[in-house]
């Protein structure tokens, strides 16, 4: 677990930042059908319905994550990235942590995520699981699969 992780709203303009956006935009390309890459450019993390966070070690981007603003009840979890030195060591957790606090802070009754079944999401699985999340019907315009699912945490 990283010591002094700061996690501070973030306005995408910075390099590392952008850099670890298009490495988890090329990782879901990677790893899934293109047709189930439901992971946002920085143009649309940008947009006011969305808050996104970048955490830092020290000068070091960690990780990142944001919201999405789905209703008065209801908020989406999306971009939540760990940098590839940082994996395995919290960031996940406290970017996650980070943004339920958000979510309740909204007023929000449950906040909801889309993810990858296959190999490469089972750490994403296993965190969410780990703090509450369960599989749930579709929501959005997503469709649930056997490539996809969605989860999702009641507040």
């Known amino acids: 677990m990283i010591e002094n992780l700061t996690i501070v709203p973030d306005d995408l303009t910075g390099e590392p930042v952008l850099a670890l956006l298009q490495l988890h935009l090329d990782e879901m390309h990677q790893w899934s059908p293109a047709c189930k890459v439901h ?9 006011p319905d969305v808050r996104f966070f970048s955490a830092w070690d020290g000068e070091r ?17 999306k971009s939540m990235r760990a940098a590839p030195e940082y994996r395995g060591k919290g960031v996940g957790k406290a970017i996650l942590l980070r943004l339920i606090e958000e979510a309740r802070s909204r007023g929000y009754s449950r906040v909801s995520l889309e993810t990858g079944r296959p190999e490469p999401f089972q750490a994403a699985q296993t965190l969410y699981r780990a703090h509450g999340f369960t599989e749930c ?19």
């Open 39 to 47: 992971a946002m450019p920085a143009e649309r993390l940008r947009q």
């Open 61 to 77: 981007l960690a990780g990142c994550g944001a919201i999405k603003h789905l209703d008065d009840m209801h908020g989406e979890l």
């Open 137 to 155: 019907p579709p929501f959005g315009d997503y469709v649930s699969d056997e490539f996809s699912m969605c989860m999702t945490k009641v507040l």
